[in-house]
């Protein structure tokens, strides 16, 4: 890639720059290919990242285009004093801050703002107005309606002069040898008759009722089973530390076939994913790491909308069920989170494992 240097409107050359990103893994993910492009592109940029969520640190500090992160756990208790010195250690040594895609609301905006950076850019949201402080950034871009989430956070760069890639991709995750190695040891042990490994992803993260995007374990057993009735393949169950008992019911319900398995760290669980010919999940952070790491994936997707977050690339299929509602969170609502209006979510609930692999399988051969 040809590297230029840009001149940002009232900024220095070599800018300190803050990255804020919001809660989820899949988030990261989709906003880690615009902060590699501005550090491609602005040449001597410092870039820290702020995350909001413990799990994002570790992840974020395996790439080497992030300079620096700093963290703050938005979901758990953080006494006064620590949050204080957090923003006291940001104040006065940025010169830029972006709140990428989603961030509508108050803390992504007032942080940047209490920790007096000159330039803030942010978003323009429909949902909401001036009660998230958008107010508060000195320059926004409106929401595009049909745009990705990953192209939506290139977006944001827009404003420095920078336009978007000609081929916009996820950045690979960086797995080493101790991991692929781990994933081997797993594999081989789990799937002695090396059979084809299919990966399913029964969870998603349960904060801010982002649980309402699991399709029903039955349903994912019911489309195993009639996978199985027609090809011998493996199935590895995956999910997070809190996923265990769901992922565990999965596997039971699916039989002798299925493995839940363990890993301790998410490029652990990224390295056993890489093994999969295939992976099937819910709308959910595992999704976009099974893209990254280059694996053909198909997303359940039921209130989330695909446009914003369907697994990005090629080779991947999208299914959702035939509710003239779904999706209900869409651009138009960020940070809002419509509730259902039947209370059920049968967007998921009326989805069928039959009628998935109808969809599914010829992409499954």
Not at 155 to 165: A, T, V
Not at 323 to 333: K, L, R
Not at 343 to 364: F, H, M
Request: charged share 20%; glycine share 10%; proline share 7%.
């Amino acid at each position: 890639m040809k590297r230029k240097s840009i001149s940002i409107e009232g900024l220095p050359d070599a800018p300190r720059v803050l990255a804020i990103c919001p809660i989820g893994i899949g988030n990261l993910l989709l906003l880690l290919p615009a902060i590699q492009h501005l550090k491609n592109n602005v040449l001597g940029s410092q870039v820290t990242l702020l995350a909001l969520k413990s799990g994002i640190e570790s992840v974020a500090r395996r790439f080497d285009f992030i300079d620096t992160v700093v963290s703050v756990n938005a979901n758990q208790t953080m006494g006064l004093a620590a949050k204080l010195g957090v923003l006291q250690s940001l104040r006065g040594n940025f010169n830029a801050s972006f709140s990428f895609f989603p961030s509508n609301r108050l803390e992504y905006n007032l942080l940047p703002f209490l920790a007096f950076i000159p330039r803030r850019y942010a978003f323009r949201y429909a949902a909401f107005g001036c009660r998230t402080g958008s107010f508060l950034n000195t320059r926004c871009v409106a929401v595009s309606a049909k745009d990705h989430d990953l192209i939506q956070n290139f977006r944001l760069l827009e404003m420095l002069g920078l336009p978007l890639p000609e081929s916009p991709a996820l950045v690979p995750l960086p797995l080493r040898n101790e991991e692929i190695a781990f994933a081997g040891e797993v594999t081989r042990n789990g799937n002695p008759g090396d059979l084809p490994i299919i990966g399913l992803h029964p969870g998603s993260s349960a904060e801010h009722g982002m649980d309402r995007k699991r399709w029903p374990v039955s349903a994912f057993a019911e489309l195993a089973g009639r996978i199985l009735a027609e090809r011998k393949v493996r199935f590895f169950v995956f999910g997070g530390p809190e996923e265990e008992p769901l992922k565990e019911a999965c596997a039971r319900a699916i039989g002798p076939s299925a493995l839940a398995v363990r890993t301790r760290t998410l490029f652990e669980t990224a390295a056993l994913i890489q093994r999969c010919y295939r992976f099937i999940s819910n709308d959910s952070g595992l999704m976009h790491v099974a893209a990254c790491v280059d694996v053909p994936v198909c997303g359940v997707f039921g209130p989330t909308d695909d446009l914003r977050t369907a697994p990005f690339g090629p080779g991947h299929r999208v299914i959702r069920g035939s509710e003239a509602c779904s999706p209900c969170w869409t651009h138009g609502n960020v940070g809002k989170r419509e509730s259902c209006k039947f209370g059920d979510y049968r967007c998921l609930g009326n989805l069928s494992g039959q009628a998935v692999y109808e969809k599914i399988a010829g992409w499954l051969r």
